[in-house]
Structures are given as C-alpha cells and as structure tokens.
C-alpha cells in the first residue's frame, strides 16, 4: 500500500527532489530559525512554547466568532474524555493563556516572548497558504507605549533586513479603541447600505457580522464601492491619534519607511489601536510576509490582568520563498570536512576510531562504511561535497602516514596520523 502526505501540508527535506520545493530544504529553515534566535536575544525576547492542541473555546473567545479562523478553518476534534480541542491555529491567544494560568506576571519582570511554532488552518489550498505553516511570532505583555509597537516591528523589519529581503512594505494603520470600531462600523454600515447589493456575496455576509473586514475584501467591485467609504483614522479619539501619531513619529526617526493603509483591519478580532502588516511583492496575491499588533483587551478578557500587549506572527514559509525568489545570498549546507575511505577490514576499524576522535574533537567527519570500492566511495565523497579525503590501506596503517587530499584543489600532504587531528582543527577554524 503506498501513502501520500496529506493535502496542504510538506516535509522538510535535506534535499528535496522537486525543484519547485527547494524552499523545503532544511539548511535554509535552519538558518532563517538561527537568525531569528539572535535576533529576539538582541531585543531581549525569550523563547516559549505552548502546546500543539489547547481547548477549542480559547481560540473562539479570543479570536472571534466570526473569524475565518474560527468559522472555517479550525482543526477541532474530539479526545476520548469527550473534551474539544483544536490544533493551534495562531500563537497570541496560547500564550495569553500560559502567562495568566502560570501568573507569569508575578514571575518575570519582563514579559517579551518570541516563538517559532507550526500553526494549523484549514486552508483552500493555494501557493503560499497551507494547511500548516510556521510562524516567527512575538508578544509583548505589559506596556502601553507606542515605543513598544515601534520595538516590535523595528524587530520584524530587522529580522527581514539582516535576511538581505528587499522590497517589503510596511503598511500601517489604527483602529482605535471599542469605542471608536462602534461609532466606524455603525458608519461604515450607513454607507454602504444604498451599495448592498452590489456587494460580493462575501461582503454582504459580512454586513451584519463584522463590517469592518469588508475593507479587506479582495473583490474589485467592492474596493470600488469602498473608495468614498470614511476612513477609521477619522474617528480615533484624542489619545488614539496621540499614540498612532506617536508610531508614525517613532517610525520616522528611526528610518522604518511606512505607508498608511485606511483599509488593513486584520483578520482576527483582538486588535485595538496599532494594526500592521508586512508585504513582499514576491509572493503573489498571498503576499502578506507578516503582521500583528496591538491587543490590549484581550488579557482581560480571557480573564487575566488588565494588561496592555503587543505583538505580531510571521509566516517562516513566505519567509523562504522571498528568500530564493529574490536570490539574497544563503549560507551553504555544512558538509564534512574530512571523508574517511578505508581499505580493508583493518583500516575499517582504525578509521571507526579517528572518526569517533575527530568528532569528539568537535570536527565534522563522515567515513566509508560499507566496504565501497575506492571509486565509488569518492562519488560519494564528492557527492557530500567532503573537503579533504584519506584513504588508510595496509600501507598507511603500517607506515603511519597518509595523504590528505583536498577535493577543490587536489592538494596533496603527507601527514603523520598524529598530526591530522591538529591539521583539520586548524583548516577547520581558520578555513585553510
Ligand atoms: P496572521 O496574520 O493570521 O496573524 O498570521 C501571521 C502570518 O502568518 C501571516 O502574515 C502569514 O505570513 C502567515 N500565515 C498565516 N496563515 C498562513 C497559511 N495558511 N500559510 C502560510 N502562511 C500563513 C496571526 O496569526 C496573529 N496571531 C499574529 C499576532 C501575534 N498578532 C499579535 N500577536
């Protein structure tokens, strides 16, 4: 019987066979994840992890009942003790949950988290959007400054600059607090009444649900009758203007460039004041590289402190695909330094124990185990892109001395056994 991966979903591979799906080789995830750890440490983010399932309510209650999200897109199941659980499909409300069920506020002085996390949707499969993807994400608990909001996406803008990503855009907006989403939907809804029904099938759905996600919709009709629709900037109060303004300001100073976006609302249902989004033209109509913002209320009302926080999700796959599409310069796979080839049963076994030191030495060593003819054991070590090759007979064995062979340049040097280690240490560390 044979088995296919499920719809929606990929593996990461050291190499991947399809030349669409170079974006699955593992080197590269594992360099995006490394520069995303140094990156948080330099901002002073720490690292958590939550679980892959949580109960299916904290997800409705924190991002919205009629949210894609939780309309269409929940993995929900049942366990054998009846309970529902859903596969997390975002990271802000799990980590919402961990901070107040652990009192981590009396804990740490310092709240700024980060992770790197799979997070499940049930997607209509499409380039770009799969059914579990990877998201770099941060949330920042406890502070109401607008130099937070600027703090987070200055980080997200790093974390692309240092990848050598170019042309991304930041689009920014506010959405203010309840108060001002009230007094702008019920305006919003007064507009677009005499347009109803020319509206998308979507739109019209939306009306009555969650008006404000109509400025999202992608539909060309819509955005036509939106173009006079009022804007939601108009309607923010004296301190949400003071700290939207703020942003902008911030943003300036610091040479973020930003454009303003009256329509970016977001998707889920926790955001207040600051929303943002970071765009790659690389990417298609799913060009969206990450976005987030500010969620003041929530703490609050998953039943925590009333405590301000910030944050945003970035997808890892979007990450990569910009990466290649845009050829910024990779790290090479690491590859060994040396490839042991023996030559008979003695020479095996002798090989087997330099190999064990070597690596115990710190040294990346790979050697010949299945008694491979001289031949095809340098395919292979060719194949691994090995640097030096040494091939140990009876000869060497008996007199000591092998001849280190560096593939590249096909340098030969005769060297004591007892030396090799110092040799490869050295081309290790200084790359001779
Ligand atoms: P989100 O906008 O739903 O936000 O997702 C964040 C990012 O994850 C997107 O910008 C995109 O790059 C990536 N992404 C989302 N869905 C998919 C998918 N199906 N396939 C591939 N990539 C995808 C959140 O999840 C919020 N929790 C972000 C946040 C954190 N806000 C505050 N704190």
Redesign the pocket.
């Given at each position: 019987m044979n088995f296919h991966i499920a719809k929606g979903v990929f593996d990461i591979l050291p190499e991947d066979p399809d030349p669409q799906g170079a974006w699955r080789q593992s080197h590269l995830w594992q360099y995006v994840e490394k520069t995303i750890r140094e990156i948080a440490c330099e901002f002073g983010y720490q690292e958590i992890r939550t679980p892959l399932f949580e109960s299916t309510d904290l997800f409705k209650r924190s991002v919205g009942l009629t949210s894609d999200?939780v309309t269409k897109e929940m993995y929900t199941f049942e366990d054998k003790g009846g309970r529902s659980l859903t596969l997390r499909?975002?990271?802000?409300a799990p980590i919402l949950r961990a901070f107040i069920e652990k009192n981590l506020n009396q804990i740490a002085p310092v709240h700024k988290f980060f992770y790197i996390l799979p997070?499940f949707?049930y997607?209509r499969q499409q380039a770009?959007?799969?059914?579990q993807?990877h998201?770099f994400?941060?949330?920042a608990i406890g502070n109401h400054s607008p130099l937070q909001d600027v703090e987070g996406i200055h980080l997200l803008w790093t974390f692309y600059e240092r990848l050598g990503i170019k042309n991304v855009h930041l689009h920014l907006n506010s959405i203010g607090n309840r108060e001002t989403r009230h007094a702008y939907r019920i305006a919003l809804q007064e507009y677009l009444k005499p347009f109803f029904e020319k509206l998308s099938p979507e739109s019209k759905e939306r009306f009555q649900t969650n008006p404000l996600r109509i400025l999202d919709s992608k539909n060309e009709a819509d955005q036509n009758i939106l173009k006079e629709a009022p804007q939601i900037l108009e309607f923010l109060d004296a301190q949400g203007k003071a700290h939207f303004e703020q942003v902008c300001h911030l943003l300036k100073k610091i040479g973020i460039p930003y454009q303003i976006n009256n329509k970016l609302v977001?998707?889920?249902d926790y955001?207040n004041h600051t929303v943002f989004?970071i765009t790659s033209q690389e990417l298609g109509s799913?060009n969206?590289?990450?976005?987030?913002?500010r969620?003041d209320g929530l703490m609050k009302e998953m039943g925590g402190a009333d405590l301000p926080a910030?944050?945003?999700?970035?997808?890892l796959?979007?990450v990569i695909q910009t990466l290649l599409a845009q050829k910024a310069p990779i790290p090479s796979p690491s590859t060994p330094l040396l490839f042991l080839i023996p030559m008979g049963e003695a020479a095996a076994l002798k090989c087997f124990e330099w190999t064990c030191a070597l690596r115990k030495a710190h040294l990346p060593v790979e050697m010949e185990m299945s008694g491979k003819k001289i031949k095809a054991a340098m395919r292979m070590a060719n194949a691994m892109h090995a640097r030096f090759i040494l091939v140990i007979g009876d000869e060497e064995l008996h007199s000591g001395e092998a001849t280190l062979k560096e593939m590249a340049t096909g340098r030969e040097e005769s060297l004591s056994l007892d030396l090799l280690i110092h040799r490869l240490q050295d081309a290790f560390q200084k790359n001779t």
């Open positions: 999200i499909p975002e990271g802000t997070m949707r997607e770009g959007r799969y059914r993807h998201q994400g941060i949330e977001r998707g889920l955001y989004e799913q969206s590289l990450g976005g987030g913002g969620y910030f944050g945003f999700g970035a997808g796959e979007r």
